[in-house]
């Protein structure tokens, strides 16, 4: 065990770091304009109407209704990172609501800890545990197969009706994961896009409308431009990378900012050019909420990070932060490409970079050609076996 002394020093060297006074300066301006954004635009509107559009609409939530003849009597959810934090309070409150809850995370310890405690809460909630590790292709494809063959010794139609994406880190260094690509990067972007592609054809099979919801991040506010190619995605650049100092502040933001263009890309594909498509996409930003996301800063400055978002009343309980993420599960299809933030079914703008069509089709191509490439190469291992 490391002496407190050591724990002052790594948190000094943190301290002295770009990285943290741009997680400490960047990342708190991102959640303040969001949280004005929220608050002040609707009076501003009323006073200018001229002068701005009027506030993003908020959703109402609505329960699953099926009819007499739907064969979805209870639909099921996917909820990755469900064992704790925001992943667990989301996958309580859908079991609430009628879900059948899949929990999805990678220790098989800690989702039988999960389910219990769900059941212990709400001994009526249909939970079910399933090993995924979101960083991994040869896991994703896995539980593809796991999944179907649970409904079908279920008897319970072939289809999936809410895919909730919440998996995420935030990792202090490089670490490049068995398809060879930043561990930051696939958790929470690239292992998003593989795993929704591959159960896709599940969600359009659902007899009801079905819903994919991403959780972004206020951080991707702080990323202004991209120089989008798919070396910035694969395994070459992280090799180049490997010899300098790892920008890990700048890849959480690059990562939450992937995910909300697939959000929007996967939007225009499905929904905005068919208005019948029964998929909708949601993105969800949750806010600062006091996870264990931080688990790998030094434990002092988790503490006065939390502190001090506390004091601006800016850090919430995951009960609490599960709200937008709950919003967006449970809002009616038309809120598809909207980005919902503040709970009580309220929507704000994101950043205007993050609306560029061309960047997010072109993001979309790259890491298409990467799951392609990815599920090749398991593909070809599994014949060797």
Known sequence: MRSGRAMDWEAAKMVCSLQFWRMAVYWTLALVYSHLYLLLLPYLSNLFPSWLRPPPPRFPRRRFSPGNQCPVRRPICVVTGATSGLGKAAARALAAEGYHVLLASRSPQALNKAVWEIKKHDPNAYVEAFQLDISSMHSIMKFECNLKQWLQDANLHPSVQLLINNAGILAKSSRVTADGFDEMIETNYLGTFFLTNILLPLLKNSPVPSRIVNV????????????????ILARENFQVLSSKKYCFAQTYEYSKFCTLLFS???HRQ???????????VMAADPGFVETNIMRELPPSLQKLAFMVLGFLHLLQSPEIGVGSIIDAALAPPEASGKYFFGAKGRTIKSSPVSYD?????????????????????IVNLSKLD
């Open 264 to 266: 929007y890309e996967l």
């Open 216 to 231: 972004t991040s206020f951080t991707h506010r702080c990323v202004s431009s991209v120089d989008q190619n798919k070396g």
């Open 357 to 377: 069509v061309k960047l997010s089709r072109e993001l979309w191509l790259c890491s298409y050609e990467l799951l392609q490439e990815c599920k090749s190469r």
């Open 270 to 280: 499905l929904y905005a050019m068919d208005s019948a498509s029964v998929v909708s």
